[in-house]
T-cell receptor
Framework: DADVTQTPRNRITKTGKRIMLECSQTKGHDRMYWYRQDPGLGLRLIYYSFDVKDINKGEISDGYSVSRQAQAKFSLSLESAIPNQTALYFC??????????????FGPGTRLTVL | GQQVMQIPQYQHVQEGEDFTTYCNSSTTLSNIQWYKQRPGGHPVFLIQLVKSGEVKKQKRLTFQFGEAKKNSSLHITATQTTDVGTYFCAVHHTGTASKLTFGTGTRLQVTL
């Protein structure tokens, strides 16, 4: 979805390096999410945020941290990258809307390789 | 953690054949969403089911939510090559409206 952008789109880094993945959205949504996708494992939630002051751990937050710099920006950091963090990372957003079960809109993804 | 089982993991059909993927949970679901991810792409929302026994159709796609709200299915009639991709169910478990749990996905390959 062009309204959700991720940078970089591809990144190769070395073990032990710090890396930041960035996500921006122009949809005006309050809720933002970071997922990782591995073959055969679907999408797993890393962190999510319902507004600038709200940060919550997902099911696989170890080794990751996030920052919600503004309503439109949500960054994911790997403080010391390791090879098993090689994956496809997606940012997503959703609107609070009239109920809690709103659809999520995904960015194009960042393919991260840790050597 | 809460788990959602999705089967089959992979299916290869010839164009024109039907296809079904199933999503199962051991706990009651608040709702279920279905997403499609084309090869090299990102997940795109297809539909949401909320009511027990609900059935919704989108052209050749039929979505069902089980009576007990613990399972769902996506059925594609007369597949086309444009249906290629991975189909994910995603669920909010009762009492956890804040986040989705995705199934492992079913990858569909369609050949002529």
């Amino acid at each position: 979805d062009a309204d959700v952008t991720q940078t970089p789109r591809n990144r190769i880094t070395k073990t032990g390096k710090r890396i930041m993945l960035e996500c921006s959205q122009t949809k005006g949504h309050d809720r933002m999410y970071w997922y990782r996708q591995d073959p055969g494992l679907g999408l797993r939630l890393i962190y999510y945020s319902f507004d600038v002051k709200d940060i919550n751990k997902g099911e696989i937050s170890d080794g990751y941290s996030v920052s919600r710099q503004a309503q439109a920006k949500f960054s994911l950091s790997l403080e010391s990258a390791i090879p098993n963090q090689t994956a496809l990372y997606f940012c997503a957003t959703s609107d609070m809307g009239t109920g809690p079960y709103n659809e999520q809109f995904f960015g194009p993804g960042t393919r991260l390789t840790v050597l | 953690g809460q788990q959602v089982m999705q089967i089959p993991q992979y299916q290869h059909v010839q164009e024109g054949e039907d296809f079904t993927t199933y999503c199962n949970s051991s706990t009651t679901l608040s709702n279920i969403q279905w997403y499609k991810q084309r090869p090299g792409g990102h997940p795109v929302f297809l539909i949401q089911l909320v009511k027990s026994g609900e059935v919704k159709k989108q052209k050749r796609l039929t979505f069902q939510f089980g009576e007990a709200k613990k399972n769902s299915s996506l059925h594609i009639t007369a597949t086309q090559t444009t249906d290629v991709g991975t189909y994910f169910c995603a669920v909010h478990h009762t009492g956890t409206a804040s986040k989705l749990t995705f199934g492992t996905g079913t990858r569909l390959q369609v050949t002529l």
